[in-house]
């Protein structure tokens, strides 16, 4: 029911509640059986042992299980155990990732207040806020945590903070009267109060209209429950290329044993061929090489600040096409900074962000010294005054204590060297009427030094103005006229349009004698000052980030609670909104189904004064249009948009638990730019992925078309199934494992996304597969030849030359493998660990070969050094036959 349209009586009436005695303990008892606890519920949760076993359901895995049965069948029980541990290894990290997932629900559980203060049989007494009721009453006062969502009764200064709900960093004040706005959001709701938000100053009374899952955070637990976390695009990728390998091996090994039969060989001997090419075609190393990929780009995110809870998510993060950032914490530094006063026709400028009190002032852009300027002077010293807030160092961080528009002025005041203690021992404060959100005012009556007296005020600054009979123009008091009016509205004005909070100050001196009763009489001929004005300032690397990422192809969307003319004036400074981008705000959203939205999202650069609802909306838009998203967010408002989004970026310093147990990343300093790092990182991590996918494939692509056509051609097997499986997972993996630690390429972050639907084959790498593959089998095959030459009692001897030419072709083509376009677009040594992963593997081959204990289990017979000369040489046609025509290509 819409509460907040209602006047305090109808509330009562509606909710049957009695506003004086509370509700009765009978009446509870029989709500709470009617309607439940007021705690937010969680959905059904999968068992452990079923959790676990999901993680073996997908394609790949079936694959390395049907590729551990095949090594099991050929005797090999070592390669059979290591494919098994890599299963089970795999399965462990992802059942871990997603039990730690689940935490989310529980944290947000945790924001609930655990005890209120209720009405109850004519008594306020401390209850459970599990026990509370509609049409309870409850009391609360600065530092309570709210325990369910209630209409405002009473309200005296009562101001309560809601960014965690609004994305807005100010505190809202609140009022017991009725709003008639239509479809108003959380924020504008000024006389209700919701669930988890904090009570920041004054007290009040609210009855209660919605508990557990019916109150604002009980939507956002549900939206939790209910959005999908999607499967990121190299998940994608590795199961299809699983299906087409594991199609691939079924056919070659029916094709190898169907040849071989039709041609007189015999069928086991057939049967041992075909099951270990089809082991060769499936790269058993291949998960276990994308995992330590993903780990070591996430050591090397460690160091840039990021911390990655769900390995995927930094390759996922590397095609993100659109980001989704919240403005509070996120673009901004969530620190109130006065940047700018206006007194009687002069305007300073401060430099200077956040709460550190360092800065200069500035008159036209020369900087002056504030304590020359009298008018500047009592502008800083009154607001230091007339202020309740207090500046504190905790550890290397200046915190405010109080309202953060007041510690803004202590701040300002302060970057002109004042000191409020030192102040109070000039100025004694006689007395304080405290803000209150109707007069929307405070004021003070101080006596300085010499024993004068003054009355300060600060406040809304049109209602301040409206309460001046005098203006301090050029340092003297004139009587307001039209002309001054008009001055000051235009000044209002100017600062507003710059998504500056305006606070405007007056005083008037009085007599000793003059009695004071209340904030009526103090309040009235006043001599307006002048205003400061604040903003809760950018990041200032955040504009260069949004940049780098426009470069690469990546939109930034802004999205926030905060209203229109703050929003957008924010966006223009970082560079998100341009001519030819559009603002749309939460009632415009509101209005709009899911297919108009998608017709118009891609055009939006700033969504303003937005819900939960609205995030999640937007992201599942961009994500129907083909985007991939990354959303990033530190409120619980933020944590069902950022478990929707292909990869959630939480934020580590001001993120709550909610939107952190949520994300994908966590972001350890909260700085916008840390994600063009990931991106980096991300896209590097896929162009290595396809690197050694390339690999992988070429030189398993070569051993099968060796073997394929030997049969073809009735000649003796080339290679002994031990020898295939001793390449594949020996000589295949440290080489492929090395070219995931490749550095990225010098134009990695000057190219567009990548197509989501891009398949791991695309950009020609099916075809350097095929030809690569083509010319190993070749090569291999053509030393067969040389060496058996119709011999028999050569066939062993031949068989070894092969597989040393096999080995040698595949390491030389591991280098070409570093770069879309050929071994000579990038040094071959510049990555060391390659350079000793191939030394390492042609160690191992040499040792096969040459030490005898191992020669009888691997059919090798020593190779005599003229024949290493036409090893050599075939094995470098492959990779050196293409390398020069991309030469050629290049000179012409």
């Not at 659109?322 to 940047?339: A, P, R």
């Not at 223009?572 to 999202?601: C, F, N, R, W, Y």
């Not at 995931?740 to 350097?768: A, H, T």
Request: hydrophobic content about 45%; charged content about 20%.
């Amino acid at each position: 029911m819409n509460f907040h349209e209602m006047d305090t009586r109808e509330v009562e009436e509606t909710l049957n509640a009695n506003r004086h005695d509370g509700m009765t303990e009978e009446d509870a008892q029989k709500r709470l059986k009617q309607f439940g606890y007021n705690e937010l519920e969680e959905g059904e949760k999968q068992s452990a042992l079923l959790l676990f076993f999901s993680q073996f359901k997908d394609f790949m895995t079936l694959v390395l299980l049907a590729a551990t049965l095949i090594s099991g069948l050929l005797g090999e029980y070592i390669d059979a155990i290591a494919i098994i541990a890599i299963v089970l290894i795999n399965g462990l990290l992802g059942f871990f990732q997603e039990r730690k997932a689940e935490k989310s629900l529980s944290a947000l559980k945790e924001l609930s207040a655990p005890q209120v203060i209720a009405l109850r049989d004519g008594e306020w007494k401390k209850i459970s806020s599990k026990e509370v009721v509609v049409g309870d009453l409850l009391k609360f006062i600065s530092g309570d945590r709210i325990g369910a969502d209630v209409r405002i009764m009473e309200s005296n200064n009562l101001e309560i903070e809601e960014s965690a709900l609004t994305g807005e960093s100010l505190p809202v004040s609140k009022t017991a009267s009725p709003i008639k706005t239509e479809n108003p959001g959380i924020g504008d709701m000024e006389n209700m109060a919701f669930m988890g938000t904090m009570v920041t100053r004054g007290n009040g009374v609210g009855i209660v209209v919605g508990t557990g899952m019916k109150t604002a955070m009980g939507q956002i637990a549900d939206l939790l429950q209910s959005a999908e976390s999607m499967t990121t695009p190299l998940q994608r990728r590795l199961e299809q290329l699983g299906k087409i390998l594991i199609v691939v091996a079924l056919l070659l090994t029916v094709l190898v044993v169907a040849i071989g039969v039709l041609q007189g060989q015999e069928l086991y001997t057939m049967f041992l061929a075909g099951v270990s090419l089809a082991v060769a075609a499936i790269p058993e190393g291949l998960p276990a090489i994308v995992t330590v990929a993903l780990s070591l780009g996430v050591q090397r995110m460690i160091k840039q600040k990021a911390i990655v809870r769900k390995l995927p998510a930094v390759e996922t993060l590397g095609c993100a096409s659109v980001i989704c950032s919240d403005k509070t914490g996120t673009l901004t530094q969530n620190k109130m900074t006065v940047t700018h006063i206006w007194s009687g026709g002069s305007e300073w400028t401060i430099d200077g962000v956040g709460y550190a009190p360092k800065g200069h002032f500035y008159k036209r852009e020369n900087r002056i010294e504030p304590k020359n300027d009298k008018a500047l002077q009592q502008m800083l010293i009154f607001g230091m005054l007339c202020n309740n807030a207090e500046i504190k160092q905790k550890k290397d961080e200046i915190i405010i204590d109080g309202d953060p528009t007041e510690g803004a002025l202590l701040v300002a005041g302060m970057k002109a060297g004042y000191d409020r203690t030192h102040l109070l021992n000039q100025y004694e404060i006689i007395n304080e009427f405290p803000f209150d959100s109707t007069r929307k005012m405070m004021s003070i009556i101080v006596k300085d030094h010499t024993g004068r007296r003054f009355i300060v005020t600060k406040g809304a600054p049109d209602i301040l103005a409206n309460i001046s009979d005098t203006i301090l123009w050029n340092g003297k008091r004139q009587i307001v006229s039209k002309e001054s009016t008009a001055h000051i509205q235009g000044a209002i004005e100017d600062l507003a349009s710059q998504a500056l909070r305006t606070i405007a100050i007056g005083y008037k001196e009085i007599s000793a004698s003059t009695v004071i009763l209340d904030e009526k009489e103090a309040e009235k001929n006043l001599t307006f000052i002048g205003l400061q004005g604040m903003i809760d300032p950018p990041r200032s690397e955040v504009r260069s980030a949004v940049k780098e990422c426009k470069a690469a192809g990546i939109k930034t969307v802004m999205i926030t609670g905060d209203h229109v003319i703050t929003a957008k004036a924010i966006a223009k400074q970082l560079g998100i909104l341009t001519k030819s981008s559009k603002v749309m705000d939460g009632k415009t959203l509101s209005g709009m189904d899911m297919e108009e939205l998608e017709a118009h999202v891609e055009e939006v650069s700033v969504f303003a004064r937005v819900s939960p609802e609205h995030k999640l909306k937007i992201v599942k838009a961009l994500q129907n249009r083909g985007h991939i998203v990354a959303m990033t967010g530190d409120g619980i408002n933020d944590a069902p948009a950022i478990k929707a989004a292909d990869i959630g970026i939480a934020m580590g310093i001001t993120g709550t638990d909610v939107a952190k147990e949520a994300s994908s990343l966590i972001l350890l300093d909260d700085n916008f730019a840390t994600i063009k790092s990931a991106i980096k990182e991300g896209r590097n991590i896929y162009e290595n992925i396809r690197k050694f996918v390339r690999y992988l494939l070429a030189s398993n692509v070569g051993e099968i078309l060796v073997m394929l056509f030997a049969m073809i051609m009735a000649l003796p097997l080339p290679l002994v199934p031990i020898q295939i499986l001793w390449v594949n997972l020996v000589t295949d993996g440290l080489p492929a494992m090395a070219l995931g630690l490749d550095r990225p390429e010098e134009d990695v972050m000057k190219r567009k996304p990548r197509n989501p639907k891009e398949g791991i084959f695309s950009r020609g790498l099916g075809w350097k597969v095929v030809s690569r593959g083509f010319l190993i089998g070749i090569v291999t095959l053509l030393a067969f030849i040389f060496a058996y030459d119709g011999d028999p009692e050569k066939l062993a001897y031949a068989q070894t030359v092969a597989f040393a030419t096999l080995v040698l072709a595949q390491l030389i083509h591991v280098f070409d493998c570093r770069s879309e376009k050929s071994v000579f677009a990038r040094n071959p040594f510049g990555n060391k660990y390659l350079v000793g992963a191939v030394i390492s593997s042609l160690l191992l081959m040499l040792v096969v070969i040459y030490w005898e204990p191992l020669q009888p289990i691997f059919h090798t017979i020593p190779i005599v050094p003229r024949d290493w000369l036409m090893i050599v040489g075939l094995s470098a046609v492959p990779t050196f036959l293409l390398g020069f025509t991309y030469l050629a290509r290049k000179t012409k």
